[in-house]
């Protein structure tokens, strides 16, 4: 059974950060890109950030570059998201999801989901 569990949302100030993570299990995690979505009030699910299997290609929303950072330990099955400098626009439920083989900027082309963490920045 495939599971990718969140951690590490919460309420954070504008202009502080925090530290995403997504534990996956029940797949082999090296064969999959890895993405982060978000998902504000009464929005449509948005991509945030992806990565590659091995790490190598990453892909950033225009909103979150230079802010945000995602990265992969294959070894602990796991992919994160850093993000710096919060705004309240960032506030959203964030959701990990993985894709067989390659990344897509597509939400409906992931093949598993996390069942989302929420983020909240005050101003």
């Known amino acids: 059974q495939v599971q990718l569990v969140e951690s590490g949302g919460g309420l954070e100030q504008a202009g502080g950060s925090l530290r995403l993570s997504c534990a996956a299990s029940g797949v082999t995690f090296s064969n999959y890109a890895m993405a982060w979505f978000r998902q504000a009030s009464g929005k449509e699910r948005e991509i945030v950030a992806a990565i590659s299997r091995s790490g190598g290609r990453t892909y950033y929303a225009d909103s979150v570059k230079g802010r945000f950072t995602i990265s992969r330990d294959n070894a602990e099955n796991t992919v994160y998201l850093q993000m710096i400098s919060l705004t309240p626009e960032d506030t959203a439920v964030y959701y990990c999801?993985?894709?067989?083989?390659?990344?897509?900027?597509?939400?409906?082309?992931?093949?598993?989901w996390g069942q989302g963490t929420q983020v909240t920045v005050s101003s």
């Open positions: 999801a993985a894709r067989w083989f390659d990344f897509t900027l597509h939400a409906s082309e992931y093949d598993y």
